[in-house]
DNA sequence: GCTGCTCCATACCAGACCCC
DNA sequence: GGGGTCTGGTATGGAGCAGC
């Protein structure tokens, strides 16, 4: 490898953040041709044209494209290498965007809030819903997600919290609260609300009660968990959701909660972030924050 | 179609730095 | 100290676009 440094990342950083020579350099303090120059040199170093003339535009080519975390990233991690490792948190102003599902926010966001008002009472925590890529993290319209993470890529990290499994909910009065233990042919006698963000009435239960020569009538899908629980403690439908949100729940909502009479996976809830974040100190903090909840 | 403006690329020159 | 290399600036040309 001949003649890279820190300028050239610097220029393409530019380039790709700017989409112009003419801007890249005005944000580079530099000339034109100089910037020109210099996407030249990456053009000789990278065997790809990098960015081609669209009419009067640059186009960045796929290889532009392709690099364009990677070099944020490097220069990101190189940023905080050389930024003094110190931060003041009763000073922080900081708003940091987490996304999640419903259940995470009703049981533990306010657990969350609390420890980091302690310690910085000028940072806020910003919730989104959850859905599903990475390109949130990668485009930074969210600092950290924290769900059920399957299939992240190599470019995030991920940090498991804890292990979760379903249970089974009904309204208070519901004839299932008073026996002792739930059958699955009790179980499939009553409709059901299923909780599913993609509108899908089916899932692992239904996996279990077929192998059993069971099926169940689910009468209503909610988006999420809240809305699942509203609409069973409102009728005498059953529903399914994690252990953790059932418990708080039950603190707002009369509820009745069971365990579900057919096995079902557990749930690993973990938390991931984007590689330029992996750095930065105040980004650490709050992740220590999140972890500490669950150890 | 002509003109003016904008943008990118290149030629040429100057200054800084390194090596012998 | 002199030559080579690298980087940045100015000057300039070509191309695309908009307004007339």
Known sequence: MRNVDITL?????????????????DRLNLSVPATSRRLAHLRDLTHDELFVLAGRKLVPTARALDLRDRVQSILEELHALFTPNVVSFETLNRTFSLRTSDGFIGAWSAELAARIRREAPHVKLCFYPHWEGVEALRDRSIDLEITVLKHTGPEVFKQKLFQDHYVGIAAAGHPLAAQHQVSPNDYVRYGHVSASRRGQAHGPIDHALA?????????????????????VAASDLLGAVPASFAKWAQQSIRLHVFPLPV????????????????????????????RAMFT
């Open 263 to 290: 096995p079902t996976p557990g749930i690993e809830i973990s938390q991931a972030w984007h590689p330029r974040s992996h750095g930065d100190v105040a980004h650490r903090w709050l992740r220590n924050h999140v």
């Open 9 to 25: 990342l610097l220029t393409l950083d530019a380039l790709l953040t700017e989409g112009s020579v003419t801007a890249a350099a």
């Open 211 to 231: 192998a059993l020569g069971l099926s169940r009538d689910v009468s209503i899908v909610a988006p999420d968990f809240q809305s699942a629980i509203s609409a």
